[in-house]
């Protein structure tokens, strides 16, 4: 029999472990408050639904501790308070993944981020303030999961008497407040009913397999150029990290933070219904580089290889133009180890692949992901443009305007300066590709990989439409292209290879949601974009209409389809289809 003062240590310990619940819940609460509420303008207007939400922490935490209280032996019970403490790690890590990306923690990127721990540590540390602060925090957790492995057991009637009433109240209060729908659940949600909730890993079956091959529909066409092809011009492709039409006057935003980028785009052809296939660098890479729709493999909880299902891509950007006898070469000061970037960029062809281990920048201050500014970038790049041999494709991968947006001339962090910055950088480099004839034959392309991981303002969403979280700028100079142009139709970064090959080539084969970028035709063409923050979730942008289509697998279907004949959703259906078993078959071929 329990001694009085161990129970009262028992039952201190309980309330202990859920006035921190109580603390952790009320942080999540504000945090997505705050980032939501700027979306529709409603400030605390999301605290209730938090709670509600997060009710599942409290019976969860107070069912467990009632079992192992039950339990006569110790050390299955110790192991059973273990689990609390992983459920708690896995709710304060879902916290700062929302505070820092604003998305949730899914498992599968959780496979990832734990093969990644060095770009993870830095993106941490540099996020919540420094290395110090950092470590504080994994003391915390740490020592908060030693604290329940050693909490005393619920032997004593006062303790499992406040464990039963907290476990009663929570599972009540859970089940009498109502759970209207909400387009913005994906933040409320508890990160356990996000993960389940997940359904692109469904797979379609055997039988739908089977069916879909049989289907007849209209192949690739033709398309080509009544100009002369530009083989034998230099190309240079510059991919932007996070630049966002919110922050370009240019591109209908509401801040000044790009004039640099905006001049360059007046000089040339801008696309201003340009779209992201993704939410993160890696999907800009697989649409612009490897020509992907779509990408959205058929993960397990806990699998995330990187580039999963998108190696040996046939029809890439550097293969169209090592056809034409292009030297091509990839560019980045960021680590090429990271998500295997450098073996892939290899895969697809590319001949020369560098990054921030390269000799040039072991004298350069180092800012996000240990990575050298975007002047050191182009500054790298126009010396080995002087080296390289004609004619060429370089693309360059900038890093400053990564999270945490450290500004390099102040060190502050800020996404405004940041920004700034990386807009002076690619000032001075225009101006030293005008100085050096580049234009005179070449051509110059810059987008952006995607859209900044900030929350999706109430002006952004007016200015923008339900396009808001895929739209992004790109623009074209040089060769071939109209100056001072400008191009609304619905695009893509897929569509750079197709485009490129026309300009390169003057022919490309196009399917139904391709398109050229520099002819003006029409196109019916739609752009699909996977949403970071609601997994599972396609959106369908195109001429006549805004869809959402849910991925799961046979019973992948339109949740939202606004314009749409039932044939073109049916279409779409089927593209969606194409795109998502070519990429499982690829990654079949891969592993054997």
Request: hydrophobic share 45%; with cysteine.
């Given at each position: 029999?329990?001694?009085p ?13 859920f006035?921190?619940?109580v603390?952790l ?7 997505v408050d705050?980032?939501?509420g ?9 605290h ?7 009710l599942?922490?409290f ?5 467990t501790?009632l079992l192992?209280?039950?339990?006569p ?6 192991w ?15 916290l ?13 990127d ?8 060095a ?15 950092a ?14 492995f050693l ?6 009637r ?27 659940d994906?933040?409320?949600?508890n ?6 909730s997940?359904?692109?890993?469904v797979?379609y ?13 209209v192949?690739l ?5 009544p ?11 510059v ?35 340009f ?7 890696t999907?800009?890479?697989?649409g612009?580089?490897g ?18 299902s ?15 006898a ?7 000061t960021?680590p090429l ?13 590319f001949q ?22 975007d ?11 002087h ?17 945490p947006y ?10 405004e300066?940041?920004m700034k910055?990386?807009?002076?950088a ?11 004839g ?5 051509l110059?392309v ?17 200015r ?23 191009d609304?139709?619905?695009l893509?970064?897929?569509?750079l ?12 084969s ?15 063409k ?6 970071g ?6 959106e369908?942008?195109c001429?006549?209409?805004y ?9 992948t279907r ?10 073109r ?6 593209t ?12 079949q071929?891969?592993?054997?």
């Amino acid at each position: 029999m329990n001694k009085p003062g161990s129970r009262w240590n028992e039952l201190l310990s309980a309330i202990f472990l859920f006035s921190l619940l109580v603390v952790l819940i009320a942080v999540r609460a504000a945090i997505v408050d705050h980032n939501i509420g700027t979306i529709i303008a409603c400030p605390d207007c999301f605290h209730s639904s938090v709670f509600q939400a997060d009710l599942v922490m409290f019976w969860l935490a107070s069912g467990t501790l009632l079992l192992a209280g039950f339990i006569p032996q110790r050390q299955p019970g110790r192991w059973l308070h273990l689990a609390i403490g992983l459920l708690f790690v896995v709710y304060v890590a879902d916290l700062f993944v929302f505070r820092l990306f604003s998305y949730r923690l899914f498992l599968s990127d959780a496979a990832l981020f734990i093969s990644e721990r060095a770009a993870v540590w830095d993106q941490f540390s540099s996020g919540v303030g420094g290395v110090w602060v950092a470590v504080v925090i994994l003391l915390a957790v740490l020592g908060f999961v030693v604290f329940l492995f050693l909490m005393p057991a619920a032997r004593g009637r006062p303790t499992r008497l406040f464990l039963f009433a907290t476990l009663i109240l929570s599972l009540g209060a859970r089940l009498a407040m109502e759970s209207p729908p909400y387009v913005n659940d994906w933040a409320t949600t508890n990160v356990f009913s996000a993960n389940l909730s997940t359904t692109e890993r469904v797979r379609y079956s055997a039988e739908f397999e089977s069916e879909f091959s049989t289907i007849q529909t209209v192949g690739l066409k033709q398309h080509s150029s009544p100009l002369e092809p530009q083989a034998g011009g230099n190309v240079i492709i510059v991919l932007v990290e996070s630049w966002s039409s919110w922050h370009s006057l240019q591109f209908g935003g509401n801040l000044d933070w790009t004039p640099q980028f905006d001049a360059a785009a007046r000089r040339g052809l801008q696309f201003r219904n340009f779209h992201a296939i993704g939410f993160s660098t890696t999907n800009g890479l697989i649409g612009i580089l490897g020509g992907q729709k779509i990408w959205s493999p058929f993960l397990h909880m806990f699998e995330s290889p990187p580039f999963y299902s998108m190696w040996g891509i046939e029809r890439t950007l550097p293969r169209v133009f090592s056809q034409s006898a292009y030297t091509t070469a990839f560019l980045t000061t960021g680590p090429l180890s990271l998500y295997r970037k450098g073996e892939w960029m290899s895969d697809l062809g590319f001949q020369h692949v560098e990054g921030t281990e390269h000799p040039f920048y072991a004298d350069e201050e180092r800012y996000a992901l240990d990575a050298p500014s975007d002047a050191a970038l182009y500054r790298r790049g126009l010396q080995w443009m002087h080296s390289a041999s004609d004619p060429f494709l370089l693309v360059l991968e900038t890093v400053t305007t990564h999270q945490p947006y450290v500004d390099p001339d102040s060190g502050e962090r800020s996404l405004e300066k940041s920004m700034k910055f990386a807009d002076r950088a690619f000032g001075v480099f225009l101006e030293e590709l005008d100085a050096s004839g580049f234009f005179e034959q070449g051509l110059l392309v810059v987008a952006s990989d995607h859209r900044s991981m900030t929350p999706v303002s109430s002006a952004e969403l007016e200015r923008f439409g339900e396009g808001a979280f895929s739209r992004v700028p790109a623009f074209m100079i040089g060769e071939g292209v109209t100056p001072g142009s400008v191009d609304d139709r619905v695009l893509s970064q897929s569509d750079l290879v197709p485009s490129l090959e026309w300009w390169l080539t003057g022919m490309t084969s196009l399917g139904q949601h391709d398109a050229v970028m520099m002819d003006g035709s029409d196109t019916t063409k739609c752009a699909f974009h996977a949403r970071g923050d609601r997994r599972g979730l396609l959106e369908v942008i195109c001429p006549e209409g805004y869809g959402q289509v849910r991925m799961e697998g046979d019973k992948t279907r339109f949740e939202q389809s606004d314009g749409f004949a039932e044939q073109r959703k049916q279409s779409i259906l089927y593209t969606i289809a194409k795109e998502r078993l070519a990429g499982m078959q690829r990654q079949q071929q891969t592993e054997r």
